[in-house]
């Protein structure tokens, strides 16, 4: 499914300029359903843009699980807050709304490679590597506390303005 802007003048196109985008922001906004009624919720995450991936951790069981059970398509935004000009009306942004299925992954593997990504964007090196080993992730045990969640991007729009 192909999403257009309506404002042209507004998209970012270059896929260097949304990686960043994608990579530099630290919350998501996700939009998932639950029946006929829409639900919201603003999630830290890791840009994967080797797999094409946001990655999300959540508690083991609870409504977005049961959700992300019923019905996998999801929608999510991604905003690089970049002021506010105060006497001029502005408030210059850059955004991303990405289109895709999200899912709790099952593998151990695919799950401590997620979790690498979202701990590796929100944290320097070393407070990552530390983060790691303070919660022994390198094991199940440490994995278990937690489930992780891939959005796997299948479109995207991005832009920027005032």
């Known amino acids: 499914m192909v999403h257009e802007l309506r404002r042209h003048d507004l998209e970012i196109t270059d896929v260097t300029e949304i990686d960043r985008i994608l990579s530099s922001a630290r919350h998501a906004t996700i939009a998932l359903t639950d029946g006929d009624a829409p639900y919201l919720v603003t999630l830290s995450y890791g840009y994967d843009p080797v797999r094409g991936r946001l990655c999300f ?3 083991t069981a609870g409504r977005k699980l049961e959700l992300l059970a019923a019905n996998p ?6 905003v690089s807050e970049l002021g506010y000009n105060i006497g001029q009306c502005e408030h210059p942004y850059e955004s991303v709304v990405l289109f895709g299925t999200m899912r709790a992954v099952e593998d151990l593997g695919d799950a401590q490679a997620a979790m690498r990504t979202l701990i590796g964007q929100l944290e320097s090196p070393a407070d990552a590597d530390a983060i790691w080993e303070r919660n022994n992730l390198e094991a199940p045990e440490g994995m278990s506390r ?3 969640l891939v959005f796997d991007i299948e479109d995207l729009t991005a832009k920027s303005g005032q």
């Not at 398509?73 to 991604?78: D, G, I, K």
């Open 146 to 148: 937690c489930r992780m």
């Open 57 to 59: 951790h959540a508690a």
């Open 73 to 78: 398509r999801a929608c999510a935004t991604v």
